[in-house]
């Protein structure tokens, strides 16, 4: 299925000379899987054993779990924990070997994982590959004080509620006996995975400071700009050519969603060459660092207006003030805020308030972005801009850094949060033609729109490495799908389109800026 969209986009992006050479260095790469996996014949079949088993464990205690034989519901929370957790270190062993991000591992792990417990008939698979819509049940359950039938019978037709259906499966699985330890396993999941992406993007913010931000020139600016503009304009296009059903807010969303970069994969491919230090390098990690904050603006902007439900140019401007507003009274007043605290928690807890207040800090802003109608992860970031290393050194002399305190929590949480997205992904959507057209025109306007925001690089610089090097969406796309899946703005298909389009874009990144840098002619520095 993937090799239809990642043929097809090769050949839009690379002429017919090149496209030679670049199946031969994509053969070249993967090779290696095979030739690792002979030298330790035993560690495949061992993790699959494992990872079988710990589904056998999982879905042979769902029938324990449904008559009601766990005293403590927290204990099944533990067991498909477990399994999310087994899956994450498969899939990113998988993915080592294949020379590819971890979280593209993790992603793909989550998609066999979870349609296998789905096909299964697993209510708790079935539950987390239909979150948003048990999602809106309870919401309506909660706030309404009705039953669970009563909600589904407002948010379904009758023919989604027919024997077999979605609406009819979802209810029946939120109603039948067990149903709060299924309840409970979702929603403890869905817990994990959002701290997970709070921590994710409080880290990206911890490794940036504004005078980075600064000194990255005008260049690097006007790349960020261009790669937003460019890859928002093409999927708003692409969404509203091949979904001119749907209303204005989705197509505004799937538009969001591609002006996303995940530059860690960049950023390694550029370190593995010896690159990080050329013009190209400090361009694209420049830019980059815009491109996130442009983007998280974007998606707080367009989340403003799926939440009012309406398109008003009042309204945009409001939601980008404030966004405006709360990152720079962040900015210029945080970094006081953090001084005049920390004195405070580290005579209260000198041992841990190197660990505890960057968290609080996390979540406190967070909380706060939320409060003014923004985006968790928008304060989150923002949280780990004001917070650098000078903070703690005039209490700290010796000990780790606060990243190295931090990174642990990110490495336990962020992947549940990528394996449960994969776990959200119904592979029969892919059966639809109109799924892979849309995965294929998605694909394809992400690669072009980020490629052509190389042109204002400048002279003496590789334009084409710049722009491959902005192509990857990675574990930042799928947040931003993540939110409208929340929202109630992508559906199961769409979604299935955007995780096509992150996986190919991850997939094409490494290799094609390699074969990008060898043919420059530029000499490699250390």
């Given at each position: 299925?993937?090799?239809?969209?990642?043929?097809?986009?090769?050949?839009?992006?690379?002429?017919?000379?090149?496209?030679?050479?670049?199946?031969?260095?994509?053969?070249?790469?993967?090779?290696?899987?095979?030739?690792?996996?002979?030298?330790?014949?035993?560690?495949?079949?061992?993790?699959?054993?494992?990872?079988?088993?710990?589904?056998?464990?999982?879905?042979?205690?769902?029938?324990?779990?449904?008559?009601?034989?766990?005293?403590?519901?927290?204990?099944?929370?533990?067991?498909?924990?477990?399994?999310?957790?087994?899956?994450?270190?498969?899939?990113r062993w998988l993915a080592a070997q294949l020379y590819q991000p971890p979280v593209l591992g993790e992603l793909i792990i989550g998609v066999l994982v979870g349609n296998?417990?789905?096909?299964?008939?697993?209510?708790?698979?079935?539950?987390?590959?239909?979150?948003?819509?048990?999602?809106?049940?309870?919401?309506?359950?909660?706030?309404?004080?009705?039953a669970v039938a009563d909600a589904a019978a407002q948010l379904f037709t009758a023919e989604e509620l027919s024997p077999g259906?979605?609406?009819?499966?979802?209810?029946?699985?939120?109603?039948?006996?067990?149903?709060?330890?299924?309840?409970?396993?979702?929603?403890?999941?869905?817990?994990?995975?959002?701290?997970?992406?709070i921590l994710m993007l409080f880290m990206v913010g911890l490794e940036t400071t504004v005078s980075e931000m600064l000194q990255v020139g005008f260049r690097a600016l006007m790349v960020a700009i261009l790669g937003v503009v460019v890859p928002f304009f093409?999927?708003?296009?692409?969404?509203?050519?091949?979904?001119?059903?749907?209303?204005?807010?989705?197509?505004?969303?799937?538009?969001?969603?591609?002006?996303a970069t995940s530059v860690g994969i960049t950023a390694r491919v550029l370190r593995d060459l010896k690159r990080l230090q050329s013009q190209e390098a400090k361009v694209i990690l420049g830019a980059a660092v815009i491109d996130d904050i442009l983007g998280l603006i974007i998606l707080a902007v367009v989340a403003g207006i799926v939440t009012t439900g309406q398109f008003h140019l009042l309204d945009v401007f409001w939601v980008f003030l404030s966004c405006a507003i709360f990152l720079s009274v962040v900015i210029f007043f945080g970094e006081r805020l953090v001084q005049w605290t920390m004195p405070i928690v580290v005579g209260l807890d000198r041992h841990n308030s190197k660990l505890l207040f960057p968290l609080a800090m996390a979540c406190l802003l967070a909380w706060l972005a939320?409060?003014?109608?923004?985006?968790?992860?928008?304060?989150?970031?923002?949280?780990?801009?004001?917070?650098?290393?000078?903070?703690?050194a005039k209490h700290y002399t010796e000990g780790p850094r606060v990243d190295e305190l931090m990174r642990p929590l990110e490495t336990i949480f962020a992947p549940i949060f990528f394996v449960l997205m994969g776990m959200q992904v119904d592979l029969s959507t892919?059966?639809?033609?109109?799924?892979?057209?849309?995965?294929?025109?998605?694909?394809?306007?992400?690669?072009?729109?980020?490629?052509?925001?190389?042109?204002?690089?400048?002279?003496?610089?590789?334009?084409?490495?710049?722009?491959i090097g902005m192509v990857p969406r990675g574990e930042v796309g799928l947040i931003f799908?993540?939110?409208?899946?929340?929202?109630?703005?992508?559906?199961?298909?769409?979604?299935a389109a955007v995780v096509i389009m992150v996986i190919v874009t991850t997939l094409l990144t490494p290799m094609a800026l390699k074969w990008s840098l060898s043919r420059s002619r530029m000499t490699p520095r250390s």
């Open positions: 299925m993937l090799s239809v969209p990642t043929c097809l986009a090769t050949c839009v992006v690379f002429r017919r000379g090149v496209q030679k050479d670049f199946a031969k260095l994509f053969v070249g790469h993967y090779t290696n899987l095979v030739r690792n996996s002979c030298a330790s014949p035993w560690r495949l079949p061992l993790l699959l054993t494992i990872l079988l088993a710990a589904g056998g464990v999982v879905y042979a205690a769902g029938g324990d779990g449904h008559n009601g034989s766990h005293i403590d519901p927290f204990a099944s929370v533990l067991l498909v924990l477990f399994l999310i957790i087994m899956a994450a270190v498969v899939g296998v417990g789905y096909w299964l008939g697993e209510p708790v698979f079935a539950l987390i590959m239909h979150l948003d819509s048990a999602g809106a049940i309870f919401s309506r359950v909660w706030t309404e004080g009705i259906k979605l609406g009819a499966r979802i209810t029946a699985i939120l109603t039948q006996e067990g149903a709060a330890i299924v309840v409970t396993m979702g929603f403890a999941l869905w817990l994990f995975s959002n701290l997970g992406i093409f999927g708003f296009f692409a969404s509203a050519y091949l979904l001119s059903h749907r209303p204005m807010s989705v197509h505004l969303f799937l538009g969001a969603t591609l002006c939320n409060s003014v109608g923004l985006a968790t992860i928008v304060g989150a970031f923002a949280g780990g801009l004001i917070l650098t290393e000078a903070h703690f892919f059966a639809d033609l109109n799924t892979l057209w849309l995965a294929f025109a998605f694909t394809v306007a992400a690669i072009l729109g980020k490629l052509a925001c190389g042109l204002p690089a400048g002279k003496g610089r590789d334009r084409l490495s710049i722009g799908a993540s939110i409208g899946k929340s929202l109630g703005v992508v559906t199961g298909a769409t979604f």
